[in-house]
Structure formats: C-alpha cells, structure tokens
C-alpha cells in the first residue's frame, strides 16, 4: 500500500467509495465523475501503478480484474447490451490516478473510440 495514493486509501477504508465488489484481490467502486450511466473502476488491492510496471507474476491478477470485470458488468445488467472495459495509461491517455485501474462503462449505447 501506499499512503500518499488515492486508490490504497479506498481499498483500505481511510476514503469512503461506494463499492460494488471486493474480493482478496481486487476492489470495485463507483466512479466519482461517470462518463456513463454505469461507471465502475476495478482495481488491484495492491499498489500497482502502471502496466509497463507489471511482470508475470502479476499476469494472474490482471486477468482476474478482467473477469472479475465481466462478473460486475453482469451483476449490474450491462454485459448482454454490451460494454466497454479500458485502461489508460500515463498522462497521454488521460491516467489520472498512479494505481493501475480498469473502467467498466456501460448503461447506454458508447460512442465510437478514437
């Protein structure tokens, strides 16, 4: 965990969040600022910052953020309409919490991606 880091502060309970899943590994909550009706950010429990900081032994939880992802995207009733699951990384792409993050959006029909 790191202290100075938003997303360690909401897995360990010092920031409030509305959560919609927990598990050992991972954490689920809704985004503060929705880009769509359903906006949900799906995060590692541990602090990991970056993708490009991750090796093999963290295959096995990016994945099961994924799935885990796809389980929210069900329990909430947007994966038979479809949804969209992203990550951005670094500023350029709009990153802006260091704690690697995947948003689930969903609820509507999503425009295009550029």
Request: glycine share 8%; with cysteine.
């Amino acid at each position: 965990m790191d202290p100075d880091c938003l997303f360690c502060n909401i897995v360990s309970g010092n920031i409030p969040s509305t959560e919609v899943y927990r598990d050992d590994r991972v954490m689920a909550f809704l985004d503060i600022v929705p880009a769509a009706p359903e906006h949900i950010l799906v995060i590692p429990a541990q602090h990991l910052t970056f993708l490009r900081t991750a090796d093999e032994s963290h295959e096995t939880l990016i994945g099961h953020m994924a799935l885990m992802a796809d389980r929210i995207a069900s329990e909430r009733g947007i994966r038979d309409s479809g949804y969209r699951l992203t990550v951005n990384q670094g500023p350029d792409a709009g990153q802006q919490v260091d704690h690697l993050h995947m948003h689930l959006l969903g609820g509507q029909k999503l425009g295009g991606v550029a």
